[in-house]
């Protein structure tokens, strides 16, 4: 199934008419340079392209009141003099002949995306849209925005085809106060939104924005605000509200659709956000959500006003919709204290109500509200003279990295009786090996002739990941354990920098790792806290690798911030045979680690474990991992002993941090 692209360039045709400093930068340049970028990249010819239409009376007015609607159709008959007076009655926004006509088109094309989407036209898709959406409340446009595109399209998807949860996901750097006001008592709608804060200095200088906004009555722990309170917020930040906020959440959740408010002034560059992750951020941003609800995922755009930031994370955030292989993240720092001061909070006033955060840690001793500036007296932020904007040094960054398909997307080393499933092409050792493996064997590692064979397919498929000619690979050994020992001990460290091994499943792993090539993560039911070290890591499930709850937990919460901060160039996932862990979450753990090293992953399987192949195979061809059903509370010891392993840990591993360092 493809990704569909919605674009069209009338709604490039309204703009601002008269002088307002507050409204210069929302541009049509914005919708083109994008869409352009698309049709440069050769990126739009891959997807389905899918007409807007514009969206009803009746569709605006799930969200829009009456006479917000009646009020909005008068403006394409009115004068300048006109369009200036009604502009007046909002904030951040102006009015244009066209813009009804427009904000229609907009609001339509998020409804065509989530239509084409849930009917399984096609897995996903991306709406280029102006206006945005995300400020616009029930009578009242704001910031840029008169309809509110994604707020109508999560009540058309409840109402049209019957979503039962749907998760919002708003990156865009300002709070979708319009967003929260719509579903703040809806349990069936979970907005999660981070944005520039600043204690409440910054637009809109709404005391709601928040982290304490969790939502009202039964909507409660359904509304999550992340308020960065200062500028200069990197990938390592966004990653870690993601990793121990956000998804733990959302798998607790199990939406059905995921929509995404998808602005990119969240990105470097731009003027309102002054952040500075890059824009490949949004290549993973896109992929971790990319596993929840079966891969339905809407992207709307929103904001972004650097037209070269803007384009460059359009593009990364399309070419993951459509499976390509992600880019590294180079030298991820740690998250800043301000950052995880905002994590600890969030995550402390969220646990009531997700168990799957129940262990988080109170909140900071130092009063954050205090600092929140007292309301009468900002007028937010002052107009930004010319001087000053041209002194804000220009911020330049790295082209993002060419991201490309290897020519085979996944391989298989069987033993010859095995079947191999669709899709995978099967190496054999003997017409793919190089000359240079002769003098490689190492017959003390690969044993008898049976382990030789073995090694020669995992040499391989190993070399041809290095080179990129394969993509990722599934290798069915006769001894996992050994199977690995000889990878890591013989072929992962001198062929690739770094080797992330994950192990599920109980097996003696005994490698001393001191030398950071490899990073051993093993998730078992066996308590293994004697054997410490920076770089073998046992987490251990008291109810083993078949509580679902614990697994995710570990997952979500230690594997990946671990992987992103380790960057490996390969990962070896090994299941070892009796380990218990259920298909779906197996698919899960494959489809997270796919983000990891450009996508090569190798996964190791005992032989006999042949029923799994085609669960595993489907996930490394780039099939969505299905969801995990929903999720039961998890072992209260569990949580306990995971917070004592991120404890431990994070003195070596910044990106497991949730909170301020203790000693402030
Ligand atoms: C869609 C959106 O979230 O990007 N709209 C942003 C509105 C910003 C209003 N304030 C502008 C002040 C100019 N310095
Ligand atoms: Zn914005």
Redesign the pocket.
């Known amino acids: 199934m493809g990704t569909a692209l919605i674009y069209d360039e009338e709604m490039t045709k309204y703009k601002l008419l008269w002088v307002d400093?507050?409204c210069k930068?929302e541009v049509p340049e914005r919708l083109s340079v994008s869409y352009e970028a698309l049709v440069r990249t050769g990126l739009s010819d891959r997807c389905v392209a899918v007409p807007p239409r514009e969206a009803s009376d009746a569709e605006i007015l799930l969200v829009h009141s009456e006479e917000y609607l009646e009020g909005v159709k008068k403006t394409p008959h009115m004068t300048l003099e006109d369009l200036k007076e009604f502009t007046l009655q909002y904030g951040?926004v102006y009015f244009h002949p066209n813009i009804y006509h427009c904000a229609k088109l907009a609001a339509g094309s998020a409804l065509q995306l989530v239509d084409s989407v849930m009917t399984g036209t096609v897995r996903n898709g991306m709406a280029l849209v102006r206006p945005?959406g995300?400020?616009s409340m029930r009578s009242a446009a704001s910031?840029?925005?008169v309809f509110n595109n994604v707020a109508i399209a999560a009540r058309y998807a409840k109402q049209k085809h019957g979503a039962k949860r749907v998760l919002i996901v708003d990156w865009?750097i300002?709070h979708g106060q319009g967003v929260q006001y719509c579903f703040e008592d809806d349990p069936s709608v979970l907005y999660f939104s981070w944005h520039r804060y600043e204690h409440q200095k910054f637009?809109p200088n709404l005391r709601e924005s928040d982290y304490d906004s969790v939502g009202k009555g039964s909507g409660a722990g359904f509304n999550i605000n992340v308020p960065w309170n200062k500028v200069g917020m990197e990938n390592s930040d966004y990653l870690s509200a993601f990793c121990h906020v956000l998804l733990p959440v959302a798998y607790e959740f199990c939406p059905d659709l995921v929509l995404v408010c998808a602005?990119f002034?969240s990105a470097i560059g731009d003027?309102?956000g002054e952040m500075c992750a890059t824009p490949d951020i949004f290549a993973h941003l896109t992929h971790l959500l990319m596993n929840l609800a079966g891969g339905k995922l809407c992207a709307v755009l929103?904001?972004g006003y650097n037209l070269t930031s803007l384009a460059q994370s359009v593009c990364q955030t399309v070419q993951t919709l459509l499976g390509d292989p992600l880019p590294r993240l180079a030298n991820l720092g740690s998250p800043c204290e301000s950052a995880l001061e905002s994590l600890q909070c969030v995550r402390s006033v969220l646990r009531r109500y997700w168990p799957i955060l129940k262990h988080a840690a109170d909140p900071p001793t130092t009063d954050v509200g205090s600092r929140r500036i007292k309301l009468a007296k900002a007028e937010g932020?002052k107009a930004?003279t010319a001087e000053e904007e041209r002194s804000r040094e220009e911020k330049v960054w790295p082209e993002p990295a060419e991201r490309l398909r290897p020519p085979v997307c996944s391989a298989s080393a069987l033993p010859d009786d095995a079947a191999c499933p669709d899709g995978l092409k099967r190496l054999t050792s003997s017409k793919d090996l190089g000359p240079l493996l002769g003098r490689r064997i190492k017959t003390e590692v690969a044993g008898d002739a049976d382990g030789v064979a073995t090694f020669l397919r995992l040499y391989t498929l190993i070399e041809k990941m290095r080179t990129n000619e394969i993509g990722n690979g599934v290798a069915l050994v006769p001894d996992v354990a050994a199977a690995v020992k000889c990878v890591v001990q013989d072929l992962g460290s001198d062929l690739v920098n770094r080797v992330l091994v994950v192990c599920v499943g109980k097996e003696e792993l005994n490698y001393a790792t001191a030398d950071g090539k490899m990073l051993v993560v093993q998730i078992s039911g066996e308590d293994k806290e004697e054997q410490k070290g920076k770089y073998y890591i046992p987490m251990c499930l008291k109810k083993g690798c078949g509580d679902t709850v614990g697994f995710i937990q570990a997952v979500l919460g230690l594997l990946l911030p671990l992987g992103y901060e380790y960057d490996p160039g390969l990962v070896l996932l090994s299941r070892m045979p009796g380990s218990g862990v259920g298909d779906c979450m197996w698919q899960q753990l494959i489809g997270l680690l796919k983000g990891f090293a450009k996508g090569h992953t190798l996964v190791l399987m005992q032989t006999n474990d042949e029923a799994c192949m085609g669960p595993t195979a489907s996930v490394l061809l780039g099939h969505p991992a299905p969801p995990l059903q929903e999720l039961l509370t998890p072992l209260p010891d569990d949580g306990d002993a995971l917070e004592r392993m991120r404890e431990r840990l994070q003195a070596d591993w910044k990106m497991l941090q949730t909170a301020v360092s203790s000693g402030n």
């Open positions: 400093p507050a930068i951040d945005p995300h400020h910031g840029f925005c865009d300002h637009w602005g002034d003027p309102e929103e904001g932020e930004e």
